[in-house]
């Protein structure tokens, strides 16, 4: 069974960078195909894809905030990590992990219906 766990900072001061771990059981990040992606859910609005990787490293931006976001993995740790920079309080979210690729990559607009497997999701709080 495939599971994804999200692992980071609840809490991050604005300006400071934020670093989410996802950590990948019972599939390969090498897997064929298989497209690793981070999505976001503010409060009170909906889901938003923000950044992913494939199989074989290549990555894949929301281009509203490409200019703030990289996405890596660890291949020996089956994990993949997501890094958003010069947080403000408009980042506070749930994020989660998710195995697929969203097909509207434009506007980062995407449904749970698109990912065969989800993290539980990890609440990040930007605040002084």
């Known amino acids: 069974q495939v599971q994804l766990q999200e692992s980071g900072p609840g809490l991050v001061r604005p300006s400071q960078a934020l670093s989410l771990t996802c950590t990948v059981s019972?599939?390969?990040?090498?897997?064929?195909?298989?497209?690793w992606s981070w999505i976001r859910q503010p409060p009170g609005k909906g889901l938003e894809w923000m950044a992913a990787?494939?199989?074989?490293?290549?990555?894949y931006y929301n281009p509203s905030l490409a200019s703030r976001t990289s996405i890596s993995r660890d291949t020996s740790k089956m994990q993949f990590t997501l890094q958003l920079s010069s947080v403000t309080p408009e980042d506070t979210a749930v994020y989660y992990c998710?195995?697929?690729?969203?097909?509207?990559?434009?506007?980062?607009?995407?449904?749970?219906?698109?990912?065969?497997?989800w993290g539980q999701g990890t609440q990040v709080t930007v605040s002084s």
């Open positions: 998710a195995r697929g690729l969203p097909r509207d990559r434009a506007t980062g607009d995407t449904t749970r219906y698109e990912y065969a497997y």
């Open positions: 019972g599939a390969s990040i090498r897997d064929k195909l298989a497209y």
């Open positions: 990787i494939n199989f074989s490293g290549s990555t």
